[in-house]
């Protein structure tokens, strides 16, 4: 049985699919220009397939090295939300491709921190 977070997607047979996939993004660190390119190209190319691979978020304020800092939630929040804003833009340009996002290290800081603190579950 296939855990209910993964998705199968099979593509139609006798298609050639265009993907583009990029790797840690670290949001809201990405390099802007950079990351408008993909935006550009995916406009005007229209691939089939979408994926972010890892580290989409870079979490910095929760990552093992910055445990002596305080985390107030609302930074935490705010590139939460700054990450969404993003692949929201994907999704706009490309509404009917598959997408996909792979977790990396980065975005497990998350699922750590929050074993920690189950108060923040939510």
Known sequence: MTPPHLMIYKLP???LTHAVVIFDPHFPY???RSYNAVLNYIDD???DVFAFGGDGVDLDVISNKSRARHVEGKRLLKDFNYAKDRLRE???ILPDAFTAYLEGNHDERSERYIDD???LEG
């Open 117 to 119: 603190h189950p108060e």
């Open 90 to 92: 994907v999704k706009t």
């Open 45 to 47: 190319t229209k691939p």
């Open 30 to 32: 990405e390099d802007k």
């Open 13 to 15: 047979k006798n298609k």
